[in-house]
Nanobody
Framework: VQLQASGGGLVQPGGSLRLSCAAS????????IGWFRQAPGKSREWVSC???????FYANFAKGRFTLSRDDAKTPIYLQMNSLISEDTATYYC???????????????WGQGTLVTVSS
């Protein structure tokens, strides 16, 4: 199983980024894909998740700013992040978990992370 997160970078406050998670070696009919982030000196936190049926869920801080999407192939999974603020600076990880979305961080498989820096 491989989960490849990409799309991170440096963006100014108020800007946007789109992260991608490419999944391979896994049947996404049976797995949910979640995004997590970890800021320097902080614990990892759940950001959002998409079920195999396409239903999506978001942490409160992501609602209205972040949007998950994918096409019929179910991969890659995109995390569109708008109205970024400095507090969004973190390494973002995608992960896969058998079953349905949850916000606990014990997912089965993890990608390597992509760094998002929001700064002027």
């Amino acid at each position: 199983v491989q989960l490849q997160a990409s799309g991170g970078g440096l963006v100014q406050p108020g800007g946007s980024l789109r992260l991608s998670c490419a999944a391979s070696g896994i049947n996404l009919d049976y797995y949910a894909i979640g995004w997590f982030r970890q800021a320097p000196g902080k614990s990892r936190e759940w950001v959002s998740c998409i079920n195999s049926d396409g239903s999506t869920f978001y942490a409160n801080f992501a609602k209205g700013r972040f949007t998950l999407s994918r096409d019929d192939a179910k991969t890659p999974i995109y995390l569109q992040m708008n109205s970024l603020i400095s507090e969004d600076t973190a390494t973002y990880y995608c992960a896969a978990d058998a079953g349905v979305c949850s916000d606990y961080d014990g997912y089965d498989y993890w990608g390597q992370g992509t760094l998002v820096t929001v700064s002027s």
